[in-house]
């Protein structure tokens, strides 16, 4: 049973910092690509960062670069997301994501298989 379990969400000022993790367990983590994804209230999902599993290939929503920074230690099947410079439009339910094939590449969230329940992420401006 795939898993994927997210922590470090919380309540930041406008500049802060958070770092979120997803926790994987129950597939090759190696051979998958993993993603961000979030969702205010409202809105649709979006992309926020992803790495492709192969190429190590790194993507980011053109709102987040420069900003967000997404990582992974297969050793320990754990991806990251670190959040910096955050601002109140960043407020949003933060998931985790994990897929093997791609047509369109990383950003689209019907290519994913395997999603976390989410972490809320609320930055106070």
């Known amino acids: 049973q795939v898993q994927l379990v997210e922590s470090g969400g919380g309540l930041v000022q406008a500049g802060g910092s958070l770092r979120l993790s997803c926790a994987a367990s129950g597939l090759t983590f190696s051979r998958y690509s993993m993603a961000w994804f979030r969702q205010a209230p409202g809105k649709e999902r979006e992309f926020v960062a992803g790495?492709?599993?192969?190429?190590?290939?790194?993507n980011y929503a053109d709102s987040v670069k420069g900003r967000f920074t997404i990582s992974r230690d297969n050793a320990k099947n754990i991806v990251f997301l670190q959040m910096n410079s955050l601002k109140a439009e960043d407020t949003a339910v933060y998931y985790c994501?994990?897929?093997?094939?791609?047509?369109?590449?990383?950003?689209?969230?019907?290519?994913?298989?395997?999603w976390g329940q989410g972490t809320q992420v609320t930055v106070s401006s």
């Open positions: 790495v492709d599993w192969n190429t190590r290939t790194m």
């Open positions: 994501a994990a897929g093997r094939r791609f047509r369109f590449g990383l950003m689209r969230p019907e290519e994913y298989t395997y």
